[in-house]
């Protein structure tokens, strides 16, 4: 579904295949993709993902519903039924975040990338370390390079480079 603000518009909880060929199609960089799969969302209703993000006028990020994997990025796994600021983030820094099924990425102005949430697939950026993040971390391996486009689809992460490098776990 897609989220429309006054000024704008968040996407949220965009699935797999979609996400995989705006992010392509936005770096131009088929050939350079890298992609771990894509696994089609779940098809009862009571299995799919809840807890949007928001994303303020001044890149504050808010979170709010299903946080049981830690996708809301609040802390101890949780449900809020109202929208609570993300504090781990940098504050008035975030200009793109993203939820997936059960975790989320963010991105700051000077293009370094957060995720947090469920890493059962690695989707956070962090191989071998299948636990869930409650709060945002930063993805240390991008650190160098400036990310300027991410997307979050069932069980993956997609991360577009200024160079136009798409990078994805």
């Known amino acids: 579904y897609i989220v429309y603000l006054e000024e704008g518009f968040l996407f949220s909880g ?11 199609l936005v770096a131009g960089a088929w050939a350079q993709s890298e992609f771990a799969g894509y696994a089609p969302p779940p098809e009862k ?13 001044v ?4 979170s709010f ?3 049981s994997t830690g996708q809301l990025g609040l802390g101890p796994a949780s449900l809020m039924t109202t929208p609570h600021i993300i504090d ?5 820094k975030i200009y ?6 059960a975790h989320a990425v963010a991105v700051t102005e000077t ?31 991008l650190e160098n390079t400036r990310i300027v486009y991410v997307c979050a689809g069932f069980a993956h992460t997609l991360a577009v480079t200024d160079a136009g490098v798409v990078y994805g776990r």
């Open 14 to 24: 965009l699935w797999g295949a979609v996400c995989v060929f705006l992010s392509c």
């Open 45 to 57: 209703e009571a299995d799919r993902p809840a807890g949007p993000l928001i994303l303020s006028e």
């Open 59 to 62: 890149g504050d990020v808010y």
């Open 65 to 67: 519903g299903d946080g």
């Open 88 to 92: 781990q983030l940098p504050h008035s």
């Open 96 to 101: 793109m975040a993203n939820a997936g099924y």
């Open 111 to 141: 293009g370094e990338i957060y995720t947090w949430g469920n890493n059962a697939f690695g989707q956070l950026g962090f191989r071998n370390i299948s636990i869930d993040f409650t709060i945002p971390s930063q993805v240390h391996q």
